[in-house]
């Protein structure tokens, strides 16, 4: 199916799990780290080099989820900015 991802600044990509998980789409884009905002979705590149940040929030609009994305939203920005 192929990666599903949008850049949205210079070298900072959103994407989809076809993209967490296609080699190529890391490859071509030189990903080394990934906030992944999931409760399921694998981090096969973690033993490559990939870092990872890896909250485990369902991707709902339920109040616990989005209550959980706020809670870890500073987290997750201060990982993107270092």
């Given at each position: 199916?192929?990666a599903r991802a949008n850049e ?52 709902s609009l339920k109040e616990k ?13 201060e990982f993107i900015k270092n």
């Amino acid at each position: 199916m192929g990666a599903r991802a949008n850049e949205i600044v210079k070298d900072l990509w959103i994407g989809d799990m076809h993209a967490a998980v296609d080699p190529e789409f890391f490859k071509k884009y030189n990903i080394k780290a990934v906030v992944n905002v999931t409760p399921d979705v694998e981090m096969p590149f973690k033993n490559l080099g990939v870092e990872y940040l890896h909250l485990n929030i369902d991707d709902s609009l339920k109040e616990k989820d989005i209550n959980k994305m706020i809670f870890y939203l500073p987290m997750a920005v201060e990982f993107i900015k270092n």
